[in-house]
T-cell receptor, first 114, second 115 residues
């Protein structure tokens, strides 16, 4: 158990809909990351938040957005869903440099768009 | 920009045989390197990491990896593979800036273990 919790574990939704994925980082971790894993694209970094502020952006679509709340949990919002958005979405967290630059992953949220 | 190459998409070994999974990175500064394992339908589990110091690092489940700066490599090894090691293995490098740590992953190597 990595200590990173993601909900829901599985989600099936229709094209055009909007979903929210939730992540609770490990206790004390200030950074939260979102990754997308799909068969054709592999593991892609989407976005990073650090203590509530956006810190880095990767290959995140404009239809997707994220935020990190004062209690450090994070949400990834996916809107106007397309079939190609079907993927496994990982949340990860890490602490400060003094605690090492290790990034721990949750078990992921499986999104199926039909 | 940093990148990670895992040249072997798929490897099959016999149970009890030794294993080496290759990983090459491209990164200007000293890299922070990781190996993760993903079992079918599961999340990513950290096997081991290299930040600095001893270039041979030990991980969980009997895995080890050696950092070779001259070859820009961080190969994963295990002396005797067990059937439960069948999974997909990802090498990753992290870029470190002020609070910015984004992992770049290789494309993964799928390991099959024959009885």
């Amino acid at each position: 158990d990595s200590g990173v919790t993601q909900t829901p574990k599985h989600l099936i939704t229709a094209t055009g809909q909007r979903v929210t994925l939730r992540c609770s980082p490990r206790s004390g971790d200030l950074s939260v990351y979102w990754y997308q894993q799909s068969l054709d694209q592999g593991l892609q970094f989407l976005i990073q938040y650090y203590n509530g502020e956006e810190r880095a952006k990767g290959n995140i679509l404009e239809r997707f957005s994220a935020q990190q709340f004062p209690d450090l949990h994070s949400e990834l919002n996916l809107s106007s869903l397309e079939l190609g958005d079907s993927a496994l979405y990982f949340c990860a967290s890490s602490g400060t440099a003094s605690s090492g630059n290790t990034i721990y992953f949750g078990e992921g949220s499986w999104l199926t768009v039909v | 920009a940093q990148s990670v190459t895992q040249p072997d998409i798929h490897i099959t070994v016999s149970e009890g045989a030794s294993l080496e999974l290759r990983c090459n990175y491209s990164y200007g500064a000293t890299p922070y390197l990781f190996w993760y394992v993903q079992s079918p339908g599961q999340g990513l589990q950290l096997l081991l990491k290299y930040f600095s110091g001893d270039t041979l690092v030990q991980g969980i489940k009997g895995f080890e990896a050696e950092f070779k700066r001259s070859q820009s490599s961080f190969n994963l090894r295990k002396p005797s593979v067990h059937w439960s090691d069948a999974a997909e293995y990802f090498c990753a490098v992290v870029t470190v800036g002020t609070g910015r740590r984004a992992l770049t992953f290789g494309s993964g190597t799928r390991l099959q273990v024959q009885p």
